[in-house]
């Protein structure tokens, strides 16, 4: 068996310790990226489920300035097309002639990135806040989520 050899007689090819040493700065790379590329993830799905509640209220204001009711408005058709379906489940929890209140509820997955934001909520007053551990909708300080 004969092995190549370049000009100068040395081997060509990597060895096995170069190959593992670049292997392991490789999974020490990832280890430092990966939380931050799930922050970013979450952060975003997190702003799509924001956009689509605030258009969902400007769809329910453009019916209230029509009919002086929110009521009758065709909630299926609020709820089609909207860009955090896979991340958020959105819904109106409230809705009567005068008050709507709307949450975005975290599915699961992303529940598991996103542990301080896991529901945001939007009501007719254009407040915005999150569901506290009690169920109870929370509007004093929103800005770590909004």
């Known amino acids: 068996m004969t092995i190549k050899t370049n000009i100068e007689g040395f081997n060509k090819g990597f060895t096995l310790l170069e190959v593992l040493f670049c292997l392991s700065i490789m999974a020490i790379l990832l280890l430092i990226a990966l939380p931050n590329y799930s922050s970013y993830s979450a952060k975003t799905a997190r702003a799509a489920a924001k956009l689509d509640l605030l258009n969902i209220a400007s769809k329910l204001e453009t019916y209230f300035l029509e009919h002086h009711t929110y ?17 958020f489940h959105l819904a109106i929890k409230s809705l009567s002639q005068n008050t709507y209140t709307l949450i975005a509820h975290a599915n699961p997955k992303q529940q598991s990135l996103d542990k301080a934001c896991p ?20 509007y004093s300080d929103p800005s770590a989520c909004w």
Do not use: C, E, M, R
Not at 71 to 87: E, Q
Not at 119 to 137: A, E
């Open 71 to 87: 009521k009758g408005v065709n909630t299926a058709d609020l709820i089609k097309s909207l860009h955090s379906y896979p991340y």
């Open 119 to 138: 529901t945001l909520v939007l009501n007719h007053l254009g407040q915005k806040g999150v569901l506290d551990n009690l169920g109870h909708y929370n």
